[in-house]
């Protein structure tokens, strides 16, 4: 089996690299996104198990950010399994 992903959307690149080596150290498999638009790209195509979010990113507010990730996740699941209703 293997590690659980963990997605780190933050503009400050000092913290992108701490949180990486910290899970990284314990197993975790890393993917980074220095702004709103990578993180809803990376976290929708290849959704990870984890999102870590700044919630202050100059680009955009984190909050739209965790609407938008969730509303792509939810229509991609839709076209996969179909809808029920």
């Given amino acids: 089996m293997g590690s659980a992903t963990i997605l780190v959307i933050d503009d400050e690149l000092h913290i992108r ?3 990486r080596a910290a899970f990284e150290f314990e197993g975790f498999t890393v993917r980074e996104a220095h702004d709103s638009e990578e ?3 990376s ?3 290849n959704p990870p198990d984890l999102i870590i979010l700044d919630l202050g ?3 955009r507010d ?3 950010i965790i609407r ?3 509303i792509m996740v939810e229509d991609a ?3 996969t399994h179909g809808t029920l209703k």
Avoid: E, K, M, Y
Wanted: no cysteine; glycine share 10%; charged share 20%.
């Fill in 17 to 19: 690299q701490f949180l």
């Fill in 62 to 64: 984190g909050s739209s």
């Fill in 57 to 59: 990113l100059p680009d």
């Fill in 68 to 70: 938008a990730v969730a």
């Fill in 77 to 79: 699941d839709h076209r």
């Fill in 43 to 45: 976290a929708t195509l």
């Fill in 39 to 41: 993180g809803i790209r």
